[in-house]
């Protein structure tokens, strides 16, 4: 077994986290019970097995290297995971609560059909929902998950890519009769949800040139969906909101063009949540049931 498939051993990899969290291998060695040379010497083992350079030492100071610095998150979050394991060892019921903040849309066209199976087979979890797409709550100290679209990039936050997101014109299918080709969108009612970004960045990819005159912002986008369901007029949809009408055919999308959005939707966590078994269960839960 080569250096670069070998396995270094626990309390090295102990050793190294401790240090490079604490900052000190004074502080790491009173935290694991053993003597500050034994975690000197369990890092350099660490840094020969793995030929990889963690720590740029200066006397008896250290900086953790840009590899030191990667290692020492993941082994944070493998020893929160074991520690976890091992807690709930011989548990037969996972409880607790689980606050989850959801946007309006995903809300009532995905979360409320689907999650009935889960609570059902997971009764110790209480559920605390909020409906929102607002950012404060994805730092909110007492959100256990968040999902939102965005680019997922959050200081101190786990961020999980559940689905890139394809836009493109929907609308019921009686509006749909009456349209020819994408021409036919300047003349139309279009459902805007606040503003024109997504609309114009699928005009452009469409090859549509002008201004569309009959235009109503919605707020929102489950308002904004739930009104191209009822007639209104034309919406810019999504593969992931509007799936459930799609499937059932009371949505429909008249022309072929997709635009990717640079955006997508992220399952948000805090880091300090990661060691609550329901709040992990119920992550699982919507990264399996995220599907598109």
Same mark, same amino acid.
Request: aromatic share 8%; charged share 20%; hydrophobic share 40%.
């Given at each position: 077994?080569?250096?670069?498939?070998?396995?270094?051993?626990?309390?090295?990899?102990?050793?190294?986290?401790? #240090?490079?969290?604490?900052?000190?291998?004074?502080?790491?060695?009173?935290?694991?019970?053993?003597?500050?040379?034994?975690?000197?010497?369990?890092? =350099?083992?660490?840094?020969?097995?793995?030929?990889?350079?963690?720590?740029?030492? =200066?006397?008896?100071?250290?900086?953790?290297? *840009?590899?030191?610095? @990667?290692?020492?998150?993941?082994?944070?979050?493998?020893?929160?995971?074991?520690?976890?394991? !091992?807690?709930?060892?011989?548990?037969?019921?996972?409880?607790?609560?689980?606050?989850?903040?959801?946007?309006?849309?995903? #809300?009532?066209?995905?979360?409320?059909?689907?999650?009935?199976?889960?609570?059902?087979?997971?009764?110790?979890?209480?559920?605390?929902?909020?409906?929102?797409? *607002?950012?404060? +709550?994805?730092?909110?100290?007492?959100?256990?998950?968040?999902?939102?679209?965005?680019?997922? !990039?959050? =200081?101190?936050?786990?961020?999980?890519?559940?689905?890139?997101?394809?836009?493109?014109?929907?609308?019921?299918?009686? !509006?749909?009769?009456?349209?020819? +080709?994408?021409? +036919?969108?300047?003349?139309?009612?279009?459902?805007?949800?606040?503003?024109?970004?997504?609309?114009?960045?699928? $005009?452009?990819?469409?090859?549509?040139?002008?201004?569309?005159?009959?235009? %109503?912002?919605?707020?929102? +986008? @489950?308002?904004?969906?739930?009104?191209?369901?009822?007639?209104?007029?034309?919406?810019?949809?999504?593969?992931?909101?509007?799936? %459930?009408?799609?499937?059932?055919?009371?949505?429909?999308?008249?022309?072929?063009?997709?635009?990717?959005?640079?955006?997508?939707? $992220?399952?948000? @966590?805090?880091?300090?949540?990661?060691?609550?078994?329901?709040?992990?269960?119920?992550?699982?839960?919507?990264?399996?049931?995220?599907?598109?």
């Amino acid at each position: 077994m080569n250096n670069r498939t070998r396995v270094p051993p626990l309390s090295s990899l102990r050793a190294f986290e401790a #240090t490079a969290r604490q900052g000190s291998m004074t502080r790491a060695a009173a935290e694991l019970g053993v003597t500050q040379s034994a975690i000197s010497h369990q890092v =350099r083992n660490l840094e020969a097995i793995t030929n990889v350079r963690l720590l740029e030492r =200066r006397g008896n100071r250290f900086t953790l290297t *840009q590899a030191g610095l @990667q290692a020492m998150n993941a082994l944070g979050e493998g020893f929160e995971m074991l520690a976890n394991a !091992v807690s709930n060892l011989g548990a037969e019921v996972i409880s607790g609560d689980v606050v989850f903040s959801c946007p309006p849309a995903l #809300t009532s066209l995905w979360l409320v059909r689907n999650i009935g199976t889960f609570l059902s087979d997971n009764a110790g979890i209480r559920l605390h929902l909020r409906s929102s797409t *607002q950012w404060d +709550d994805v730092i909110s100290a007492d959100i256990d998950l968040c999902i939102r679209y965005g680019s997922g !990039v959050l =200081r101190n936050r786990q961020a999980t890519l559940l689905s890139k997101v394809d836009l493109f014109p929907v609308c019921s299918p009686s !509006v749909a009769a009456s349209l020819g +080709d994408v021409h +036919d969108l300047l003349s139309v009612p279009l459902l805007y949800a606040i503003d024109d970004t997504e609309w114009t960045s699928w $005009f452009a990819a469409a090859g549509v040139n002008g201004i569309p005159t009959r235009r %109503h912002y919605m707020g929102n +986008d @489950q308002a904004t969906i739930e009104a191209s369901v009822s007639g209104c007029g034309v919406a810019m949809g999504d593969n992931v909101t509007c799936r %459930h009408y799609l499937d059932l055919g009371l949505l429909v999308s008249p022309f072929d063009t997709k635009y990717r959005s640079r955006s997508a939707f $992220f399952l948000i @966590q805090s880091r300090s949540q990661r060691n609550k078994l329901a709040v992990t269960c119920m992550r699982d839960w919507i990264i399996s049931n995220f599907k598109v």
